[in-house]
């Protein structure tokens, strides 16, 4: 089992900076992936970011190319996400994944991949 719990979400304005938090606690493998999913209001889930716990590797959405940096702490098994230029767009409920098992790509984009996920936290941009 893997628990996961978010914190940092909030109001910011267009153009401004939030870093979301994941902490992880539980059983975590060197092969586990850890993703960030958002959802606005009547649209699908859809990936935002990924990184491979064991060796760093990074994945990111077109959408948040260049604004969005994960990073992961092992020490702290906490994963993180720095969005910057934010946009109104970016609006959503920012939920943190884990799946211990390993996921090639593209497969890690599929939210239906992972097992675990932590409860989301709201980001609101306003313009």
């Known amino acids: 089992q893997v628990q996961l719990v978010e914190s940092g979400g909030g109001l910011v304005q267009a153009g401004g900076s939030l870093r979301l938090s994941c902490a992880a606690s539980?059983?975590?493998?060197?092969?586990?992936?850890m993703g960030w999913f958002r959802q606005a209001p009547g649209k699908e889930r859809e990936f935002v970011a990924a990184?491979?716990?064991?060796?760093?590797?990074?994945y990111y959405a077109d959408s948040v190319k260049g604004r969005f940096t994960i990073s992961r702490d092992k020490d702290k098994t906490t994963v993180y996400v720095q969005m910057n230029s934010l946009k109104p767009e970016d609006t959503a409920v920012y939920s943190c994944?884990?799946?211990?098992?390993?996921?090639?790509?593209?497969?890690?984009?599929?939210?239906?991949?992972?097992?675990?996920w932590g409860q989301g936290t709201q980001v609101t941009v306003s313009s």
């Open positions: 539980g059983r975590t493998f060197s092969s586990t992936t």
């Open positions: 990184i491979r716990w064991s060796g760093g590797a990074t």
């Open positions: 994944a884990a799946q211990p098992n390993y996921i090639f790509f593209p497969n890690l984009l599929d939210p239906s991949r992972y097992d675990y």
